[in-house]
DNA sequence: CGCCCGGTTGAAGCTCTTCAACTAGTGTGG
DNA sequence: CCACACTAGTTGAAGAGCTTCAACCGGGCG
């Protein structure tokens, strides 16, 4: 059970992708379906790359799928966790410029692949898919809006606290019980934008107040409330 | 002048509106030219606000519009700056959300307007339109991911210096020789996200390198290059 | 005239990073 | 099968960088 508090602190972070789907008739479903093939990633497996040229727009079926982005100069940024029933690489099929992020597979992933042909083609022939593509897109700057102001004069100790929120939330929807977040330290670091020893030192305060179990990569948080009462006003 | 390397770094943050209107055809120039009435804005006037319902879409004709997001707790940010030929307000058009920033005018603004409905019916009768609107808003996915890599973990010197040259570009564009940066050192802060103290600071220094010319509010940058040169790889 | 806000500077302190060291897993090749 | 190499995880100590608090100047406005 995660409180209303818990769930509208995340809902300011999280894609809504329900939408994408929303109210399309019978006949674009029909061809969304059809021209749609599933494909398989393992755990660590590159589902497109930084720099390549965009392939096709990917619909997550299962397993979650991260987002990173390397600068130039070498500092990686995990910018994005995709749960099952999202949709992602569609900015780069629309932009047809290359992939400026990569995608990485996080547990076993099942996906929904629709070509970059296929998909400019529904989305100039299914003018209601679109619209739904525009109003999607038109909610995600909002959620870039308040990520920046999270990265921004947040302690630590705080982005900490809602990312694991975040990512209690993104795991859940793997369906395991207890809920458990399987996550490397370095992917932590650069999900919350830290070095890796902050993150640590942070989560090990966390684990003495009693708020979250830790066991190697696999932290479970032991009350999602008592998490979001420690990090005050935002 | 600027340099190739100065305008590749610029381009890293700002949107590429022109694309919202490129290739159009004939009548739909035509319907969004009837569709829009000019509106003016003073110095510091709120064109939009925070909280409240949106009303429509702007295209900036002339003068600068700063974007502005308040956290719950009174954080500010500076999310953006918008120059002549942007189009700003159709996210919420689109979502129908309140506002979740404020628009407020910098030095003598001039709009068109375009009413939510009008807006809605171009969308829905001018799938071109809509297919530009679409590729624009793809693109502003990328300028976020460099933002929020930017927010993260550089220097306050190099974040400054960063700022300042976007911020050399949207000046510029208000035709004035030289170009001179007029903006407060609060908003200054809220735009590198930090405290105005340390703002201060770092333009002080940039100041005794000879970098960059202040007198009050009005910043001129001596030479983008040099001041590109002292950020080192990004 | 006094007040308030913007701009600036100094000093103190806290937060986060850096560097270093050590332990614990995990996979590879002899 | 074990040695080893490598990465992940953890902790400590030192120090850089930024914030906070406080004080001061100056200009615009009621």
Known sequence: ??????????????????????GLPQPTLHVIDSCSNRRRFQNGDL??????????????????VKIVYTSPAGQRTLVYIYKPGDWFG????????????????????????ISNDDFIKLIEEH????????????????????????????????RLAICLLILHERFKSLGQE???ILFSRPDLADFIGVTIESTVRALSEFKAQGLVAVRGRSIRIKDTQALYDSIGEV
């Open 1 to 22: 059970m995660m409180s209303d508090q818990v769930a509208s602190l995340i809902d300011l972070f999280v894609f809504k992708h329900q939408r994408v789907l929303e």
């Open 47 to 64: 589902i497109f790359k930084q720099g390549d040229s965009p392939k096709g727009v990917f619909i997550l079926k299962s397993g979650l």
């Open 90 to 113: 569609y900015r780069q099929a629309l932009t047809m410029d290359n992939n400026q992020i990569s995608a990485i597979a996080i547990e076993k992933v099942e996906v929904d692949f």
């Open 127 to 158: 003018p209601k898919f679109s619209h739904n593509l525009l109003v999607t897109l038109s909610h995600e700057f909002t959620i870039w809006v308040k990520r920046l102001s999270l990265f921004t004069r947040l302690s630590v100790k705080t």
């Open 178 to 180: 207890p809920t458990v």
